[in-house]
């Protein structure tokens, strides 16, 4: 540390949430850098469970500042929600600040969201339909609407309009919407904007300040490398960057002030929505795999698409990421299996064979994964908290991981619990050991 990066490393879903509560006991401010409420990050803490859409998941962390950064882009009603559930379970939410840079994601971005989706049919992306892609749309087109603009009746409501004239063909089905009423929508915004002032800030100065102090700070991805809008498997993605370059860019900070980029994976593969997935199962092995991972989306409930782990993508994610730690997590998941599958390369529709992630869409839309076997382990792995307890062939398979990839492991995850974690000694340079005593 001091800046550390968190990203997925995979199709989302990694267990980001998890890592990030845990890191947050030695950082001193989260700050959260691109996506909006698409994401949802699960903490099981103290016997409760938490799921956070848009707060950083350091918030569960007593006076850890929790950022919302400018490249973030925020539905206020989402957020207001989301306090208003944190306080009603006893969390302080004082420390957060939203960058007054951020856009907003607006009630016609949901409606396009829909009827996009609606109008490619079975070509559909399968997008968390919460206004993502929209809300990017317009931050590029230079209509969007910003967090500060919540405070300015007169700019919030030209910016509407100005917003909506280029849109108002495709808003034609919807024009008796009362969620589309230029003063309904305004007057509606103006409440959030009152709700949130107080937590609206420069972020930017507030991230600078503790990392001049010496501080540690973790940048928190949403999503994962391979949904990333440059370098996954597009038109199948998300609007923004989910890659580890992007924490500076929507935290406002330089690269230099990056020490440690950590990888977050499963020890398996998942992907909610659409889109190429070479090492997908169907079948029962699918299904237990699901059942006993608990795969299903955090915001949407869709039962996630189960696969092997791939690590001719994760090597990809490790090279556009510059990933120098993995966590891997729902190792324990895999018990029980008798053998375990890596995915080490692809075979094309004619045979063709790739070590690295093609960059064409129709090869990767028809290659298949060429896998090595790696025998599984029986037991338990759930209490295990130290590398040494772990069985044998847990330990080995990891190992296969960490080589091919060229990535050393920080952390493994063995269970939903906080206290389900083993570090290894390339995490202690994350605060993981003392994270691990403390746990226990
Ligand atoms: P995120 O979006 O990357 O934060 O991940 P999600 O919260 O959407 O999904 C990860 C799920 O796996 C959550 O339900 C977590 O509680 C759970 N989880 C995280 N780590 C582990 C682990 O090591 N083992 C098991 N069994 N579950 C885990
Ligand atoms: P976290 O942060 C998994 C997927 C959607 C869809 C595609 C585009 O919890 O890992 P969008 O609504 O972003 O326009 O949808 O991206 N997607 C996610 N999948 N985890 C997420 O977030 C995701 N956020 C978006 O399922 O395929
Ligand atoms: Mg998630």
Not at 275 to 296: S, V
Not at 354 to 368: A, C, G, I, K, N
Request: proline letters at 5%; aromatic letters at 6%; hydrophobic letters at 40%.
């Amino acid at each position: 540390m001091p800046g550390i990066v968190l990203v997925g490393a995979q199709w989302g879903d990694e267990g980001k949430g998890k890592v990030t509560d845990l890191l947050a006991e030695h950082a001193h401010a989260v700050v959260r850098f691109q996506g909006g409420n698409n994401a949802g990050h699960t903490i099981v803490r103290d016997g409760r469970t938490w799921k956070l859409h848009l707060i950083p998941s350091g918030i569960l962390q007593r006076d850890t500042l929790c950022l919302i950064g400018n490249g973030v882009v925020v539905d206020p009603k989402v957020l207001t929600d989301e306090l208003d559930e944190l306080r009603s379970r006893g969390v302080d939410t004082e420390c957060l600040r939203i960058s007054a840079n951020a856009h907003l994601i607006m009630p016609y971005h949901l409606l396009l969201d829909h009827a996009g989706e609606a109008k490619l049919g079975k070509l559909q992306i399968g997008t968390t339909r919460r206004g993502i892609g929209p809300c990017y749309a317009d931050k590029a087109a230079r209509l969007g609407i910003r967090v500060q603009d919540l405070l300015d009746e007169k700019i919030l409501k030209k910016k509407i309009i100005a917003a909506l004239e280029p849109k108002r063909l495709s808003l034609r089905p919807f024009a008796k919407d009362p969620r589309l009423d230029l003063q309904t929508m305004t007057e509606e915004y103006l409440t959030y904007g009152h709700r949130l002032e107080r937590y609206i800030a420069d972020t930017i100065r507030l991230v600078h300040e503790q990392l001049e102090q010496g501080n540690n700070v973790v940048f928190e991805g949403a999503q994962g490398a391979l949904l990333d809008i440059d370098h996954g498997t597009y038109p199948f993605v998300t609007s923004s960057n989910p890659v580890a370059g992007a924490a500076c860019v929507g935290a406002g900070v330089g690269p230099k002030q990056i020490d440690e980029i950590v990888g977050v994976i499963k020890a398996y593969g998942t992907r909610v929505g659409a889109g190429p997935f070479p090492t997908e199962l169907d079948g029962p092995l699918a299904d237990e795999i699901r059942e006993r991972g608990g795969e299903y989306g955090t915001t949407t409930g869709r039962p996630r698409r189960v696969g092997w782990l791939d690590l001719v993508a994760l090597r990809y994610a490790a090279r556009i990421n510059s990933l120098t730690g993995l966590a891997v997590m729902k190792l324990d998941v895999l018990s029980g299996l008798e053998r375990i599958r890596v995915c080490t390369r692809y075979r094309g529709a004619e045979g063709a064979e790739f070590e690295d992630f093609p960059y064409h869409q129709t090869v990767l839309h028809h290659v298949s994964g060429e896998y090595v076997e790696l025998p599984g382990w029986a037991e338990d792995i759930t209490e295990c908290r130290e590398e040494s307890e772990l069985p044998p062939a847990a330990r080995d398979y990891l190992q296969f991981v960490a080589d091919f990839v060229n990535v050393p492991i920080a952390l493994i995850g063995v269970g939903p619990r906080r206290d389900q974690v083993v570090w290894t000694p390339a995490g202690a340079r994350m605060g993981g050991v003392a994270t691990s005593a403390g746990a226990r």
